[in-house]
């Protein structure tokens, strides 16, 4: 990930440095998502280091939450702050463009040099495996995608076109508020108590159904703990004849079972009882 960082400050500077002798507002924008991706990956990697702490009394199912939260304080600071100001500046040069650019062509071989940039960072994270560097890969295309937007605007502007500066720098803005409102909203489910899918219920019934001494499974509750990581609570219909030693084997058994086959459950709890109950466990307020 280390590598990656280094081409998005490599390519922040040039960036600004295209903006300084150029001064399209596009660049400015551009440079400003290069922020929003700086930003996101020093926060995976200052998380991934409080996620990797081992679970304490204050804290018992560990600390990998703490990447939502520090994902959603940035998400929400980019959408009011960043994305805001740089549609108010796109909204001014659309409404009164400018003449005054200088050094075009300099400008569009620096954006094309930042598009091959961000190009080799998704072809290193496309390479390599993990939720952190599909993360990586997503935002490199993004980027791209800025990038590419501001390089066309810049070019209509060369032919005269002067009001796609600030059409570039919307399309730029827009797609800083969009990137943002996509990690507000999928950090914003976890630490809401996100449950897993239907069909991640379907495959931990299919499991316990192929373990003697199981004959049913029901009120099952799952719940993200972290963005890989979930923590399932489930009841399981048994004999009621059943000893404490053999309920004991067979809970050890289950566990180990659902977690070979789903290894993003990391805690299970397991009740036993005689009767049966409904499929999924729904708290009441």
């Not at 400015?28 to 702490?53: F, G, N, P, Q, Y």
């Not at 500066?165 to 797609?175: K, M, Q, R, W, Y």
Request: glycine fraction near 6%; aromatic fraction near 8%.
């Amino acid at each position: 990930m280390i590598d990656i960082l280094a081409i998005y400050i490599l390519s922040f500077g040039i960036k600004l440095v295209a903006y300084y002798l150029s001064g399209f507002t596009a660049i400015l924008a551009d440079a400003t998502h290069s922020v929003v991706d700086i930003t996101m990956i020093l926060i995976l990697l200052a998380s991934e280091r409080v996620a990797r702490k081992s679970p304490d009394s204050s804290h018992p199912l560990g600390h990998e939450m703490a990447k939502n939260v520090a994902s959603l304080i940035v998400g929400v600071g980019f959408i009011t702050f960043l994305s805001f100001e740089l549609a108010k500046e796109g909204v001014s040069k659309v409404l009164n463009p400018t003449p005054l650019y200088q050094n075009i062509a300099i400008a569009i071989s620096a954006e094309i040099i930042v598009l091959l940039l961000l190009f080799l960072a998704a072809y290193l994270s496309a390479k390599r495996t993990g939720i952190l560097n599909r993360t990586l890969l997503i935002e490199s295309v993004n980027d791209a995608l800025s990038t590419f937007t501001a390089i066309l605007g810049v070019g209509l502007v060369w032919i005269g076109h002067l009001i796609f500066d600030g059409v570039a720098t919307l399309v730029i803005a827009s797609i800083i508020f969009y990137n943002s409102f996509k990690l507000v909203r999928d950090n914003a489910k976890i630490l809401l108590g996100l449950s897993p899918s239907d069909e991640f219920y379907d495959s931990v019934e299919k499991v316990c159904a192929d373990i003697d001494g199981v004959e049913g499974v029901h009120d099952m509750v799952g719940v993200y703990t972290g963005e890989n990581s979930i923590h399932l609570d489930l009841h399981v219909t048994v004999d009621e004849g059943m000893t404490v030693k053999d309920a004991d084997r067979l809970s050890v058994e289950i566990a180990e079972a659902i977690m070979a086959k789903h290894p993003e459950v990391k805690h299970i709890s397991v009740h036993f009882c005689p009767h049966d109950g409904e499929r999924r466990k729904i708290y009441e307020a």
